[in-house]
């Protein structure tokens, strides 16, 4: 599965090759392929150093090149190419104070941070496995390369990609691996933001997420964590992959307190995601007739409540109420968003203008009121969706 990746990038093996350097792929991608899981993207390392790398390509961007990696983009496709490398020192348990370049495979194997992503391929796939990588992967076992408390200590992210890997693939962690977890989980307090939000978000959406939550949970790791150790996490529950958004969403929905997004630094299209699902899933239990039910798939979109509605289940278990059965169900949200006689404010047949002409009265904010008012008229069939029949509805049914 997933060789033909492999054999794309091949070229760029060759060509570092012809150039007496040496090449091999390594990483994600080995250890899915060794699984024989699906490959997405292919990193290589090589005995070529960045500037070495940039002369034998024609196009290559810089993306990180003091730590070493070089982005080689070859018939429209880019590689991440980067430098053997060992590290220096760690100050703060986070990211080495500097990185050097080496000239050996095993030493660049050696500084990477679980044996199952220490493996190294060349292109005629030929492995290269001085950690017993392969037998942890037969084993289904995460295990640090080397010690595991000193490897933690260096860089204490390697704690959650730990529990991200288990997520994604089921494996157990090796003993000496998660005792030193244990040891060492209040030095993810030192890390940056963005680094353990990247995990996180291949964690909550791995499919063997449910265990991985519940390690994550007795290691306390969340206690240590900006916005996370605000809530009561022992009271969450999460049994099956779910999106990053859906997550918080929950999060915030069980939560008693006014939690602020801010400090993760999400963009603001995951904020407003993260918005609409905790209200998808506080006002789901309170849709208890057809015309609110009607103006709910109007306001959040059918594509987003069935998102919520498909995991109800878990809204149970984190004991988050859910809508009755009778009103709220796959179909029912379907037919729903069938009949809606429109999808957004645009297309209602008044504007503010309109109302403002007919009843001759000054601008304020009545008028909001009563455009949301005649959209939910609409929206419930009480009026049809032509300007003279909304001003006669208006006249008739709503105090100005
Ligand atoms: P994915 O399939 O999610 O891409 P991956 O194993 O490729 O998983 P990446 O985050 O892409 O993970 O990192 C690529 C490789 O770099 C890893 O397989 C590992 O060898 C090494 N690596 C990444 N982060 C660290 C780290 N914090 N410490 C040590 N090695 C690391
Ligand atoms: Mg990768």
Redesign the pocket.
Known sequence: MGIELFEKAQPILETIEDNEFKAYF????V??YLMDRAI??I?ITTSATPDEVEEMFDKTIPIGKEHGTINVVYNNENYEVTTFRAEAEYLDHRRPSEVYFVRDLKEDLQ???FTI??IAMDRYYKVYDYFDGQRDINQQRIRTVGNAQERFSE?A??II?GLRFQAQLGFSLDEATYSAMQDQIADIEHLSIERIIVEFK?LIKGKNVSQSYRNSLNLSLFDYVPFFKEIDMSETTITMPISFEIWLAILMAKSQSELSLAILKLSNKEKSMIQLYKKIILELPNVNSKDAFRIFVYDYGEQNILEIFSIQSLLTLNNLAISSPLIVNAKSINEVAQQLPIHERKEMNINGGDLLNYFHKKSGPWLKEVLREIECAIITNKVQNVKKEILEWVKDNVKI
């Open positions: 390594v990483g994600g991608s250890r899915d997405h993207d990193d500084r990477r941070d992503n220490a860089d992210l390697r990609r291949k």
